[in-house]
């Protein structure tokens, strides 16, 4: 008797339910097996997350497509294979584009997708996700049976079911569905993607300590260089938090002139300053039974700290011009890319309000240390690119990917996605008709429109001629100098216009012209 193939590919698939694997292994294995059985050129199992479809696994696909998140109703296939209830597989001559066109990996010169299918995973009957087989040639896929892949999409839930099982999620899954449901509303209200994506130690590290200070009750300070993410994580935060049906309320402290801060963050009442024609409730009060999201707190005059801490301690706060006192309950996440410890033995920030926001420091890791990792991001802002150009598909080649990982990110995952959006620009710029499928290569990268990096600047400077050190300066007098330099090199390159200064530099237009203004650069052309 011949011994059925497809019993040779699932009877170790189920035997690794009862064994300790990584999930990622599990998945792994799943979808190499999918590859040695059945006929096709690259697989994918994705999870469902509200309007959006994330890659979990890939075989055969690039691995930016990790990175990427495929909104349903831009992706009228994935639409199609997930309303089917069963294993579908999509008409050889359909003229829908295909999400994968461009991904599939080792077939060079051919981008495109000529056949597909999938098939829905249900966990616990309720829709969880899609697994997906794709081939470059137009019939391939006509030799698969369709109950096979049903056999591997059941597998693949009982798969899932087990990590579930092992994480302790079954527990809390109807909890954790409510939070992941919230989340997605908050980003599609924002028109924004989640972003916490990588897989690098660095970043896992990260969505641990986000899993346990979200959901406690403490004042979270978020450290970090500029462009690391830090508003995300605090999103991330209120997400993972009781608070999270809560609103989430942000201030960026470094936006508003000192004297509209207080104003800003605890309310005034009518008449309380020239202005002020009617009561207005401030960020805590809108804050009430959720997050406030402190961004760039330090900021913040050392009065205005004196009153904050105030609030923390107690909830209790007053508007302006008001002796009334309101009682708020408001969780508050803050955020620095300066060290407020050498900032308190300055005296440029209050040591008691230091201490009470560091209750549980947590530093977000620069894109230089998390490896790979920039692919997966990388394939984030791409999928966006392609949404917003209306694109078929936009990827990278080899020498792209090769660059990306070679650079090192002065200006972290902000740098990663301008400079995608102005090579997809690049890219298409003097192609008529516009192509459907769009390839980024390294030519089309253009780092030195990032301004030099800390450490650069201080290797430039011990490698500079010995008459520029004559005189011995302190570190936070040659930054300032290499500040100026930087804006005053890009104000000359865009005609002084503050708005695209801001933007090469990765800082809002407010912040840049507060930064000039303490470096005695800005001038009335600056604006408010």
Avoid at 117 to 136: F, H, I, R, S, Y
Avoid at 370 to 376: K, N
Wanted: charged share 25%; hydrophobic share 45%.
């Amino acid at each position: 008797m011949i011994a059925n193939p497809m019993l040779h590919v699932l009877v170790p698939l189920v035997d690794d339910l009862s064994r300790e694997l990584p999930d990622s292994e599990r998945y792994r294995r799943l979808l190499e097996a999918m590859r040695a059985l059945l006929p096709c050129d690259a697989v994918a199992l994705l999870r469902l997350e509200g309007v959006w479809l994330r890659p979990l696994a890939v075989n055969g696909l690039s691995r930016d497509t990790l990175g990427r998140r495929f909104k349903i109703d831009e992706h009228p296939r994935f639409g199609l294979l997930l309303a089917a209830g069963g294993p579908l597989r999509i008409a050889a001559d359909s003229t829908l584009p295909d999400p994968y066109d461009g991904l599939v990996e080792g077939f060079h010169g051919q981008l495109e997708v000529h056949d597909c299918m999938g098939c829905p995973v249900q966990v616990g009957e309720k829709p969880w996700g899609l697994l997906t087989l794709d081939a470059l040639a137009s019939e391939r896929l006509s030799q698969v049976n369709l109950q096979d892949l049903q056999a591997f999409a059941s597998l693949a839930a009982a798969t899932v079911s087990v990590v579930q099982r092992i994480e302790g999620l079954a527990l809390r899954a109807e909890d954790e569905r409510r939070r992941a449901d919230i989340f997605g509303a908050l980003m599609a209200e924002k028109g924004a993607r989640p972003t916490l994506i990588g897989q690098s130690q660095a970043h896992l590290r990260l969505l641990e300590e986000i899993a346990i200070a979200g959901n406690s009750a403490l004042t979270v300070l978020l450290t970090g260089e500029t462009g690391v993410g830090k508003e995300l994580v605090a999103q991330a935060l209120h997400a993972a938090s009781p608070r999270a049906a809560r609103p989430l309320i942000s201030l960026n402290c470094a936006a508003l002139p000192e004297t509209l801060v207080e104003s800003e963050l605890f309310g005034h009442v009518r008449g309380a300053f020239s202005g002020a024609v009617a009561d207005r409730r401030g960020k805590f009060e809108l804050a009430d039974g959720g997050t406030l999201f402190l961004d760039e707190v330090g900021e913040l005059p050392l009065a205005v700290q004196a009153k904050l801490l105030r609030v923390l301690q107690g909830g209790q706060l007053q508007r302006l011009g008001s002796d009334r006192e309101h009682q708020v309950d408001v969780r508050v996440i803050a955020a620095t890319n300066r060290d407020l410890a050498a900032e308190v033995r300055a005296g440029r920030f209050r040591a008691d309000f230091y201490h009470r926001l560091s209750v549980y420091p947590l530093m977000v890791p620069p894109l230089r240390a998390r490896g790979h990792d920039v692919l997966l991001l990388a394939g984030n802002f791409l999928e966006q690119n392609r949404s917003r150009l209306g694109l078929g598909s936009l990827r990278l080649d080899a020498s792209a990917r090769a660059a990306l990982l070679a650079h090192d990110w002065p200006g972290n995952v902000r740098e990663l996605e301008h400079l995608v959006s102005r090579s997809a620009l690049k890219a298409l710029a003097g192609q008529s008709p516009r192509p459907r499928i769009v390839s980024l290569s390294a030519r089309h990268f253009d780092f030195s429109l990032t301004p030099e990096s800390g450490a650069a600047a201080v290797l430039a400077a011990v490698d500079a001629p010995a008459a520029s050190t004559a005189v011995p300066v302190d570190l936070r007098t040659s930054t300032e100098a290499h500040q100026r330099l930087c804006i005053q090199a890009s104000l000359e390159r865009h005609g002084h216009n503050w708005a695209s200064a801001a933007r090469e530099l990765g800082l809002h237009r407010a912040n840049l012209v507060r930064l000039a203004r303490r470096l005695g650069l800005a001038d009335k052309g600056a604006g408010g």
